[in-house]
């Protein structure tokens, strides 16, 4: 037995609770002045579309309109008003007007057609009070009401309407129900109803018609009851393109795209062509799985009509963009021509950007060009991919234009940007100036202080977040953690992981984010004992237990872990597979690296720019410069983390000539030099004798590359004139530098002095060296030369001076 609807006791009449609960705009009633009266001027007339003229004249000359013409003149209205032009809709409200004046304002014809002129108008509320004016018996009214309030997203109100109809003497038809159905089916939570009026259309025609059968499918699988919703499809006795692609969009919003398309090729089997919406729900189905199945779509689209359709060449524009496809989305967007859909050009240029940002900005300024605004999803893309902060500030003055500025998607695309660039002041300035927050933009910009080393920001903007009442999620805690970059944060690193117990228990889910944190923090006991009590050790959870024994040196257990978990059968990635080679140049084992590197090349990893730089520097370190220059040759962009190891493996093995070719090379790459690889270029010089091209390096830091000098391009500098025997010069050098000389400055001083037997100036450095009180291995080496120039007296007091001090003891791997 069909399952029954509310009795009317437990409802009120809908239409009265709306007239009291929705807002009115002047319904319209009689006796209001309007144009309809006397004899009309060729200069109004001429406002009306011809239809509607023709009825003004008709009146004018003094027929009464039946109430067949007012309602097909109120319908007539009814476009006009759906697409928002009030004039047309100022008509028909006089025209309604008259319909009173002559009594015909309750007919069913005029009725329905002035609720559904004012529904489509969002008029709701005046739909409501017009459709009280209307004969109660009449389906057509009930029909007009209840779709229009459905139209208007009044989805319970129009489950309501269709309660007391179907408790009054009018009886509902096919509309009625298709109307209730489309109800249920937006709105989530009615299933139950829509069960039941599925019911009472079984108990009134068990072989309901194509129209409603239709409305059922779509009912059950709006609801996601996709079993259903077949079950009733294959119980329909005849299907048309409507009711297949209803089931078609079904089981493509259930995400079960395979489904979507064998439905489409029984349609096809069948004899039923598709129309634009089956082509377009295919495509979307496409989107989710293969390429070949999209390709096929694209064929039967250009066999048929359907391929001169802007809205299936749009939608597969989005397919091909989806699914990887570049440049076949590119193909048919230019022969589409102009696209007016500022959806469809976000969605290409989304995909895009991840490929080539260079023509996701072509197509930026062609959408400017031809005077459509980017929307927030649009602009959120390319902000993504932007790698230059010159372009990123262009772009953001565009969207300050377009009013996007404080919006939270774009807002928060805009500062990890600027984090990313390192402008983390400007980063925060745009989170600042953000209307609202979400989880995404707190997260965002507590990465962006943790990143950067601004771990009292980040804190300071995490207990913000907890204020402001959003509960951090996993990846916020994970951001939170990384702040926690050092033994100074220990205790706040131990407060997180409390607050994280009580919030989540012995989550597993943020397991590896606290183990990188105790590694940083120094302490690798305690991470460990994290790692072990993890019950399931994922891939991520290795990988920061191996990086943190790297970081800590303990080098032997990090092997020993990696070794595991190659036995394990767990796949080794470029991050880790880099980490263990780093480890390998590091502490001299370059057996186990050139292992690591067959590895690579066997798994298809060799390629990354991780490994393949990890690979550069082992062999650079271990002297092998051959092999690291092979490895380096193979990377087509190399980074300048690569491009520092293949230089300073050149510095350091006596082939400065290379090490500087290596360098001009770099330079017209486009690579901006940093610190690091001055460092190695200058050392480079100084190894090779070469004093003016150091000089010149150093004097162009500033001016050429932008780099601020620091104690080590000193101490190298002073390395460069010490080995040349122009001591005199180097202490010049080091009496002018802006900052004070540390230990390595002096030290390296005095090593030339040590090999140029200057034993004057050593005593000038002792003097230096006891006023800082540096360790005894200085001392040492005064000694030395005092020695070696014959002043056997001054040797022994230096050495006699040096009671007390300590020199921390050295030790080897090997």
Same mark, same amino acid.
């Given at each position: 037995?069909?399952?029954?609807?509310?009795?009317?006791?437990?409802?009120?009449?809908?239409?009265?609770?709306?007239?009291?609960?929705?807002?009115?705009?002047?319904?319209?009633?009689?006796?209001?002045?309007?144009?309809?009266?006397?004899?009309?001027?060729?200069?109004?007339?001429?406002?009306?579309?011809?239809?509607?003229?023709?009825?003004?004249?008709?009146?004018?000359?003094?027929?009464?309109?039946?109430?067949?013409?007012?309602?097909?003149?109120?319908?007539?209205?009814?476009?006009?008003?759906?697409?928002?032009?009030?004039?047309?809709?100022?008509?028909?409200?006089?025209?309604?007007?008259?319909?009173?004046?002559?009594?015909?304002?309750?007919?069913?014809?005029?009725?329905?057609?002035?609720?559904?002129?004012?529904?489509?108008?969002?008029?709701?509320?005046?739909?409501?009070?017009?459709?009280?004016?209307?004969?109660?018996?009449?389906?057509?009214?009930?029909?007009?009401?209840?779709?229009?309030?459905?139209?208007?997203?009044?989805?319970?109100?129009?489950?309501?309407?269709?309660?007391?109809?179907?408790?009054?003497?009018?009886?509902?038809?096919?509309?009625?129900?298709?109307?209730?159905?489309?109800?249920?089916?937006?709105?989530?939570?009615?299933?139950?109803?829509?069960?039941?009026?599925?019911?009472?259309?079984?108990?009134?025609?068990?072989?309901?018609?194509?129209?409603?059968?239709?409305?059922?499918?779509?009912?059950?699988?709006?609801?996601?009851?996709?079993?259903?919703?077949?079950?009733?499809?294959?119980?329909?006795?005849?299907?048309?393109?409507?009711?297949?692609?209803?089931?078609?969009?079904?089981?493509?919003?259930?995400?079960?795209?395979?489904?979507?398309?064998?439905?489409?090729?029984?349609?096809?089997?069948?004899?039923?062509?598709?129309?634009?919406?089956?082509?377009?729900?295919?495509?979307?189905?496409?989107?989710?799985?293969?390429?070949?199945?999209?390709?096929?779509?694209?064929?039967?689209?250009?066999?048929?009509?359907?391929?001169?359709?802007?809205?299936?060449?749009?939608?597969?524009?989005?397919?091909?963009?989806?699914?990887?496809?570049?440049?076949?989305?590119?193909?048919?967007?230019?022969?589409?021509?102009?696209?007016?859909?500022?959806?469809?050009?976000?969605?290409?240029?989304?995909?895009?950007?991840?490929?080539?940002?260079?023509?996701?900005?072509?197509?930026?300024?062609?959408?400017?060009?031809?005077?459509?605004?980017?929307?927030?999803?649009?602009?959120?893309?390319?902000?993504?991919?932007?790698?230059?902060?010159?372009?990123?500030?262009?772009?953001?003055?565009?969207?300050?234009?377009?009013?996007?500025?404080?919006?939270?998607?774009?807002?928060?695309?805009?500062?990890?940007?600027?984090?990313?660039?390192?402008?983390?002041?400007?980063?925060?300035?745009?989170?600042?100036?953000?209307?609202?927050?979400?989880?995404?933009?707190?997260?965002?910009?507590?990465?962006?202080?943790?990143?950067?080393?601004?771990?009292?920001?980040?804190?300071?903007?995490?207990?913000?977040?907890?204020?402001?009442?959003?509960?951090?999620?996993?990846?916020?805690? %994970?951001? &939170?953690? /990384?702040? =926690?970059?050092?033994?100074?944060?220990? !205790?706040? *690193? @131990?407060? $997180? #992981? +409390?607050?994280?117990?009580?919030?989540?228990?012995?989550?597993?889910?943020?397991?590896?984010?606290?183990?990188?944190?105790?590694?940083?923090?120094?302490?690798?006991?305690?991470?460990?004992?994290?790692?072990?009590?993890?019950?399931?050790?994922?891939?991520?959870?290795?990988?920061?237990?191996?990086?943190?024994?790297?970081?800590?040196?303990?080098?032997?257990?990090?092997?020993?872990?990696?070794?595991?978990?190659?036995?394990?059968?767990?796949?080794?990635?470029?991050?880790?597979? %880099?980490? &263990?080679? /780093?480890? =390998?140049?590091?502490?001299?084992?370059? !057996?186990? *690296? @050139?292992? $690591? #590197? +067959?590895?690579?090349?066997?798994?298809?990893?060799?390629?990354?720019?991780?490994?393949?730089?990890?690979?550069?520097?082992?062999?650079?370190?271990?002297?092998?410069?051959?092999?690291?220059?092979?490895?380096?040759?193979?990377?087509?962009?190399?980074?300048?983390?690569?491009?520092?190891?293949?230089?300073?493996?050149?510095?350091?093995?006596?082939?400065?000539?290379?090490?500087?070719?290596?360098?001009?090379?770099?330079?017209?790459?486009?690579?901006?030099?940093?610190?690091?690889?001055?460092?190695?270029?200058?050392?480079?010089?100084?190894?090779?004798?070469?004093?003016?091209?150091?000089?010149?390096?150093?004097?162009?830091?500033?001016?050429?590359?932008?780099?601020?000098?620091?104690?080590?391009?000193?101490?190298?500098?002073?390395?460069?004139?010490?080995?040349?025997?122009?001591?005199?010069?180097?202490?010049?050098?080091?009496?002018?530098?802006?900052?004070?000389?540390?230990?390595?400055?002096?030290?390296?001083?005095?090593?030339?002095?040590?090999?140029?037997?200057?034993?004057?100036?050593?005593?000038?450095?002792?003097?230096?060296?006891?006023?800082?009180?540096?360790?005894?291995?200085?001392?040492?080496?005064?000694?030395?030369?005092?020695?070696?120039?014959?002043?056997?007296?001054?040797?022994?007091?230096?050495?006699?001076?040096?009671?007390?001090?300590?020199?921390?003891?050295?030790?080897?791997?090997?």
């Amino acid at each position: 037995m069909p399952p029954r609807l509310p009795s009317p006791a437990l409802l009120a009449s809908a239409h009265r609770r709306a007239l009291s609960a929705l807002p009115a705009t002047a319904a319209a009633r009689p006796g209001a002045p309007h144009l309809l009266d006397g004899v009309p001027r060729p200069d109004r007339l001429a406002q009306f579309p011809p239809e509607l003229a023709c009825f003004v004249r008709s009146r004018a000359a003094g027929h009464t309109p039946s109430q067949f013409a007012y309602g097909n003149t109120l319908k007539a209205c009814a476009p006009a008003a759906g697409a928002g032009a009030p004039g047309n809709v100022a008509f028909a409200e006089q025209v309604y007007c008259a319909a009173w004046k002559d009594g015909l304002a309750g007919d069913a014809y005029v009725c329905s057609g002035m609720v559904d002129l004012l529904a489509k108008s969002g008029r709701l509320g005046d739909a409501l009070r017009a459709f009280a004016d209307g004969d109660p018996g009449s389906a057509v009214c009930w029909n007009a009401v209840i779709s229009g309030a459905y139209r208007n997203g009044e989805h319970g109100l129009a489950i309501d309407m269709f309660t007391d109809m179907a408790w009054s003497s009018c009886e509902p038809n096919s509309f009625t129900y298709s109307g209730v159905l489309s109800a249920c089916a937006a709105a989530a939570a009615e299933l139950c109803v829509g069960r039941a009026v599925h019911g009472l259309v079984l108990r009134r025609d068990p072989e309901y018609d194509l129209f409603i059968g239709t409305s059922i499918v779509n009912m059950y699988a709006k609801s996601g009851d996709m079993v259903a919703a077949m079950r009733e499809f294959w119980r329909m006795p005849a299907r048309n393109v409507v009711s297949w692609t209803t089931a078609i969009a079904g089981f493509v919003q259930e995400g079960d795209p395979a489904s979507a398309v064998r439905l489409l090729r029984e349609m096809v089997r069948s004899g039923v062509s598709m129309n634009k919406f089956t082509a377009t729900s295919v495509l979307l189905a496409c989107s989710q799985m293969y390429m070949e199945v999209a390709s096929q779509m694209h064929g039967m689209i250009i066999k048929t009509e359907l391929y001169l359709d802007h809205v299936v060449k749009e939608a597969l524009i989005c397919t091909y963009a989806s699914i990887g496809a570049i440049e076949l989305s590119e193909k048919v967007f230019e022969e589409v021509g102009r696209v007016s859909k500022t959806s469809i050009w976000s969605t290409l240029i989304y995909e895009i950007s991840s490929h080539s940002l260079s023509r996701s900005i072509e197509l930026l300024m062609r959408m400017f060009r031809q005077g459509l605004t980017p929307n927030d999803k649009c602009y959120a893309s390319v902000f993504s991919s932007v790698d230059s902060i010159e372009l990123g500030r262009q772009l953001h003055s565009s969207v300050i234009k377009d009013g996007f500025v404080h919006g939270v998607v774009v807002g928060t695309a805009l500062s990890t940007m600027y984090s990313r660039g390192d402008e983390v002041e400007d980063s925060y300035k745009v989170f600042q100036e953000m209307q609202e927050h979400d989880e995404v933009s707190w997260t965002s910009m507590v990465a962006g202080f943790a990143s950067h080393g601004r771990s009292a920001q980040a804190f300071r903007l995490f207990r913000n977040m907890i204020l402001d009442n959003f509960k951090p999620g996993h990846i916020t805690l %994970s951001a &939170i953690l /990384s702040a =926690c970059n050092g033994p100074e944060c220990l !205790l706040k *690193g @131990k407060e $997180l #992981h +409390g607050h994280i117990l009580r919030a989540y228990g012995e989550t597993t889910s943020i397991g590896h984010s606290l183990v990188s944190m105790y590694s940083k923090c120094r302490e690798v006991q305690i991470a460990r004992r994290i790692f072990d009590a993890t019950a399931c050790k994922d891939q991520v959870m290795l990988s920061s237990m191996i990086s943190g024994y790297s970081t800590n040196d303990c080098n032997d257990e990090a092997i020993s872990l990696f070794q595991l978990m190659v036995a394990a059968g767990f796949l080794i990635d470029s991050f880790i597979c %880099s980490s &263990i080679i /780093s480890l =390998c140049a590091n502490i001299a084992r370059p !057996l186990y *690296g @050139k292992l $690591l #590197h +067959g590895y690579a090349t066997k798994v298809g990893i060799q390629s990354d720019l991780s490994v393949s730089s990890s690979l550069v520097k082992l062999y650079s370190k271990n002297g092998n410069l051959r092999d690291s220059r092979k490895v380096f040759d193979e990377i087509s962009s190399p980074d300048l983390v690569t491009w520092t190891a293949i230089i300073d493996g050149y510095a350091q093995h006596g082939s400065g000539q290379d090490s500087l070719r290596m360098f001009d090379l770099m330079i017209k790459h486009g690579v901006k030099p940093d610190n690091v690889v001055l460092v190695s270029i200058l050392s480079a010089c100084s190894r090779n004798g070469l004093v003016e091209e150091g000089f010149n390096y150093f004097n162009s830091m500033r001016s050429v590359y932008g780099v601020q000098p620091v104690l080590h391009h000193y101490c190298c500098m002073v390395d460069l004139l010490g080995r040349s025997g122009r001591l005199a010069e180097a202490k010049s050098f080091i009496e002018s530098m802006p900052m004070k000389p540390d230990l390595m400055v002096w030290s390296t001083l005095l090593a030339a002095c040590r090999v140029h037997d200057d034993a004057v100036l050593g005593r000038f450095v002792e003097d230096k060296l006891r006023e800082d009180n540096y360790d005894s291995g200085s001392f040492t080496t005064l000694s030395n030369i005092l020695a070696n120039s014959g002043d056997w007296e001054e040797a022994a007091r230096v050495r006699k001076s040096m009671n007390g001090a300590k020199k921390e003891p050295g030790w080897s791997m090997v």
